[in-house]
């Protein structure tokens, strides 16, 4: 299954070391500004970013990257962006993360970076059940890891590849 962002995509963090907004990736086209609450992403009255899974099936990989299309100073600090697979019973609009459906871009963001950095990241060896009906939706985030603890915003492409069993 391919995502891409379309647009830029835009990842914000929060002081505290919090995942701000997140920005959902589909074909072609992507939602920015939802918030994870208690886990969890309810995309009522969004644009729908998700797509029914046809047939019974096991997640066997995840592959991600992100391409800044605006430069960031985060001098002191290092961000690290994160792909995560969220699913959804297929008549709800509230969506949890996937466990072991998550894949770490590297090298994580930190010092001037410039416009047109990627960062990258492979998940294989996983088998994740997935049953037909089930929505699932890729959530880009972004957080900070490491050094001083700021409150940013990473703006770039996002894309990457699911395989399904």
Do not use: K
């Not at 001098?75 to 993360?97: E, R």
């Not at 770490?104 to 088998?127: C, D, K």
């Amino acid at each position: 299954m391919p995502f891409a962002s379309g647009i830029a995509a835009a990842l914000t963090t929060v002081a505290g070391g919090l995942i701000g907004t997140t920005t959902a990736v589909g074909f072609g086209n992507s939602v920015t500004g939802l918030s994870v609450l208690g886990g969890a992403i309810d995309t009522t009255g969004f644009t729908n970013m998700a797509f029914s899974v046809p047939r019974d099936g096991t997640v066997t990989a995840i592959a991600a990257d992100f391409n800044l299309t605006a430069a960031a100073a985060l001098v002191g600090t290092t961000v690290t962006i994160t792909a995560q697979l969220f699913s959804a019973a297929a008549t709800s609009n509230v969506f949890t993360p996937v466990a072991g459906a998550l894949v770490t871009l590297a090298p994580p963001l930190t010092g001037v970076v410039a416009v047109g950095t990627f960062s990258s990241g492979l998940t294989t060896g996983i088998a994740i059940p997935v049953t037909a009906g089930t929505r699932l939706m890729l959530v880009f985030s972004a957080q900070v890891t490491a050094g001083i603890d700021i409150a940013t915003l990473i703006s770039g492409f996002a894309s990457a590849g699911l395989t399904i069993e």
